[in-house]
């Protein structure tokens, strides 16, 4: 894997996310809720499906403290644990996900987010002592996870036409 390749990868979709999704640009609101795409997410999705588990293990940590970072609401560190606990997940059942098809891509994407983004919207209100909003995290999450379903092709495709420098494995196994 190049290490500095997927850096300079995942700084240009935190700049993409916070720039272009920003509310008033690309997001959309439903219900005032800002309906943002996750990249980072998409990006560390994508080295879930592609690269070594030891490495998702890493770069989850590192793409969830990214978001972190930029983030309004929530706590430091949370979707670092999120990202490394449920892409280090995904990089286990790989194998199952047909890795370079537009749907599976689609597919895993809507899963991945919404998975991370439920826990951290209960989470985040939990903590913030608000009340338990378990629907309205479920479709604030599945609304964040279409927008980045839909955009996730995408981005695959862009990653997946750079995979030499990378050095990601496509064949071996079921794609």
């Known amino acids: 894997m190049r290490w500095l390749l997927l ?10 996310e916070t720039a272009l999704f920003r509310p008033g640009a690309l997001a959309l609101q439903v219900d005032a809720h800002w309906v943002r795409p996750d990249l980072l997410l998409a990006l560390g ?38 990202f490394c606990i449920i892409l280090f997940l995904v990089s286990q059942v790989r194998q199952v996900v047909p890795r370079t098809r537009i749907l599976g891509q689609s597919a895993a994407c809507l899963v991945t987010v919404f998975a991370v983004h439920l826990v951290w919207y209960t989470t985040t209100r939990l903590l913030a002592g ?43 196994e079921r794609d």
Not at 61 to 67: D, K, Q, T
């Open 130 to 172: 608000g009340e338990l909003w378990l629907l309205r995290s479920a479709e604030e999450s599945i609304l964040d996870a279409l927008y980045t379903a839909a955009l996730a092709p995408y981005l695959f495709w862009l990653l997946l036409w750079l995979r030499e420098p990378l050095r990601a494995s496509v064949g071996g």
């Open 45 to 82: 999705l994508f080295v879930a499906l592609f690269f070594d588990p030891t490495d998702v293990f890493i770069i989850g940590w590192v793409l969830g403290m990214a978001s972190d970072l930029v983030s309004i609401a929530g706590r430091l560190g949370l979707k670092a644990l999120l």
């Open 7 to 16: 850096a300079i990868l995942g700084y240009g979709c935190l700049v993409a």
